[in-house]
């Protein structure tokens, strides 16, 4: 839904139990599926009259959804980044970059499950090293994209509401930020303390992900140093490109501490913390932006969240599990004793494989 969004009449919103106002300022209601008495809704308008229809029995699949409680502890999740802007910033340009960052999390995590068909199909199929090292390979490089992609969103939250509030324009792109100091910055651009702290903060794990991004779609370089083992997938952690997110990852742990020889790491491990650290900086992106911007009141009743469902989010839902399993084929039984969704496909299975074959 973008700032060119149907015209509802006021009264016909009122339908919509989960309001407790229409907002008038120009923000727009960031969806129209919801939750009561853990019963599934859609408010659909008609596309000529405008009338809302409450629709039952509506379960959403995938996108997001207002309720009192999550309803799939596997399938759904809160992000408070997403929360907020749909409670209190849901402006036309905001909500659009809102609804980009949904597909981007919902696709990182689909690519992190890959991992796993992955590893299945490896069980299966001869001889198959090679082919799973470029498999890898390619999720790998679609991982970068989607965490470029993450970070130029999370900037795109902030310019649009710094355009909005304060009249001034930000560089389009995080890559604005990314070379300069944050001292710079803040002095250029009249920043706020807690601005400051967000960029101190992300600024060298959104310069790392842009370096290695960067070099794979614009330089022509591939990310080859990828070694098939028992346990799932490995890199080397002491040369490029992985090197680089030692510190900045904080991976000094597990990364480190489950090596396997020739100091390879756990690739699904990385993919993982790669996840986990985008979270965390929408999560402190939230804080800013409520801490920096007026906060427009919310719309909602004050009992509702709003959540988003994912059809691969039980990766994400379990992350912290399956770190803790840090590599591919550990982890795969970590999902199958937690997750009732994936625990069918990630039972260990009877086929019998010839290798001579």
């Known amino acids: 839904m973008g700032s060119d969004a149907m015209q509802i009449d006021i009264q ?36 000529n009259t405008g009338e809302m229809h409450i629709m039952p029995n509506t379960t959403p699949t995938w996108g997001g959804y207002w309720s009192e409680s999550c309803i799939d502890a596997e399938r759904d999740t809160s992000f408070e980044l997403l929360d907020v802007i749909a409670q209190h910033f849901s402006f036309g340009r905001v909500l659009n970059t809102m609804h ?98 967000y960029l101190e903060k992300v600024k060298p794990f959104f310069g790392k992900v842009r370096e290695v991004r960067d070099s794979i779609f614009h330089h022509g370089k591939n990310l080859e140093m990828i070694y098939v083992l028992d346990d799932g997938p490995g890199v080397c952690i002491d040369y490029p490109p992985f090197n680089v997110f030692n510190d900045v990852l904080g991976v000094e742990g597990k990364f480190h501490v489950d090596q396997k020889e020739n100091n390879l790491g756990s690739l699904f491990f990385l993919m993982l913390s790669m996840l986990d650290r985008i979270i965390e900086a929408s999560d402190d992106l939230a804080s800013m932006i409520g801490k920096v911007f007026p906060q427009p009141p919310r719309y909602t009743k004050s009992n509702y969240r709003y959540f988003l469902r994912g059809p691969s989010f039980p990766i994400l839902n379990c992350r912290q599990q399956l770190m803790d399993a840090c590599w591919l084929a550990p982890a795969m039984e970590v999902a199958a004793s937690h997750l009732e969704t994936l625990a069918p496909l990630l039972k260990k299975n009877d086929v019998e494989t010839n290798e001579g074959e």
């Not at 229409?22 to 919801?34: E, F, K, M, Q």
């Not at 009561?36 to 809704?41: G, H, L, Q, V, Y």
């Not at 991982?143 to 999370?154: A, Q």
């Open 12 to 47: 016909q919103l009122a339908k919509l139990p989960f309001l407790q106002g229409v907002p008038l300022d120009g923000r727009i209601i960031a969806a129209t599926s919801y939750y009561e008495a853990n019963k599934p809704f859609f408010g659909m308008p008609h596309p």
């Open 100 to 197: 980009s960052i949904e597909v981007d999390l919902s696709n990182m995590a689909a690519a992190i499950e890959k991992f796993f068909a992955i590893w299945n199909y490896r069980a299966v199929r001869p001889q198959s090293d090679t082919a799973i090292r470029l498999m890898c390979l390619t999720e790998v490089e679609y991982v970068f994209g989607l965490s470029r992609s993450l970070i130029d969103l999370f900037h795109d939250c902030h310019r649009h509401l710094y355009h909005h509030f304060e009249k001034q324009e930000l560089p389009r792109t995080f890559g604005g930020f990314v070379d300069h100091e944050v001292s710079a910055l803040v002095k250029k651009y009249n920043l706020a303390p807690a601005t400051e702290q």
